[in-house]
T-cell receptor, first 118, second 108 residues
Framework: DTEVTQTPKHLVMGMTNKKSLKCEQHMGHRAMYWYKQKAKKPPELMFVYSYEKLSINESVPSRFSPECPNSSLLNLHLHALQPEDSALYLC?????????????????FGNGTRLTVT | GIQVEQSPPDLILQEGANSTLRCNFSDSVNNLQWFHQNPWGQLINLFYIPSGTKQNGRLSATTVATERYSLLYISSSQTTDSGVYFCAVENTGNQFYFGTGTSLTVIP
């Protein structure tokens, strides 16, 4: 399931650095997500963009700044991170609701960026 | 928010054995998915199953939405089935929440 592409695969950054994580999908999905996963824990929802607008922010610290430049791209800008922010960062997308349908559609995940903050 | 509990938390199987993993959720849901996370961290879609029963090879899943649970069946397990199995549910507005996970180890 690699229709969602995340770069880089690995990232090591210092606490004073600024870096960005990138996510791209070309499936026409209109909802995109950032999740954070610590070792031996389930993924935790951070942000949701729906039709390129931020619809959900799960009380994430401001040192994480999401951006959705267009319907195919999702970025996560990182600044002044702490060592405890080291984790696997996962991007996902899901298709739009079908008109008149109560069914939603499933999540598709990228392979993640493994971030280490030193 | 919605609470999602999975059981058992850990499971060790001999190759060839069968198993049942359970996902309980605290509220009605619009979506439910089962994922397998491999040792490299990749989340693989197994089933999209908000209700009913589906089968795919050695795997099958059943969701009883009215009773707020879903089951994942693995038959004739193989070492490649090892990893963590998550269910994820959504009840409002694209908010998908993951269960606590079941860590499966299949030994040869």
């Amino acid at each position: 399931d690699t229709e969602v592409t995340q770069t880089p695969k690995h990232l090591v950054m210092g606490m004073t650095n600024k870096k960005s994580l990138k996510c791209e999908q070309h499936m026409g999905h209109r909802a995109m997500y950032w999740y954070k996963q610590k070792a031996k824990k389930p993924p935790e929802l951070m942000f949701v963009y729906s039709y390129e607008k931020l619809s959900i922010n799960e009380s994430v610290p401001s040192r994480f700044s999401p951006e959705c430049p267009n319907s195919s791209l999702l970025n996560l800008h990182l600044h002044a991170l702490q060592p405890e922010d080291s984790a696997l960062y996962l991007c996902a997308s899901s298709p739009p609701l079908l008109r008149g349908s109560v069914d939603n559609s499933p999540l598709h995940f990228g392979n993640g960026t493994r971030l280490t903050v030193t | 928010g919605i609470q999602v509990e999975q059981s058992p938390p850990d499971l060790i199987l001999q190759e060839g054995a069968n198993s049942t993993l359970r996902c309980n959720f605290s509220d009605s849901v619009n979506n439910l998915q089962w994922f397998h996370q491999n040792p490299w961290g990749q989340l693989i879609n197994l089933f999209y199953i908000p209700s009913g029963t589906k089968q795919n090879g050695r795997l099958s899943a059943t969701t009883v939405a009215t009773e707020r649970y879903s089951l994942l069946y693995i038959s004739s397990s193989q070492t490649t089935d090892s990893g963590v199995y998550f269910c994820a549910v959504e009840n409002t507005g694209n908010q998908f929440y993951f269960g606590t996970g079941t860590s499966l180890t299949v030994i040869p």
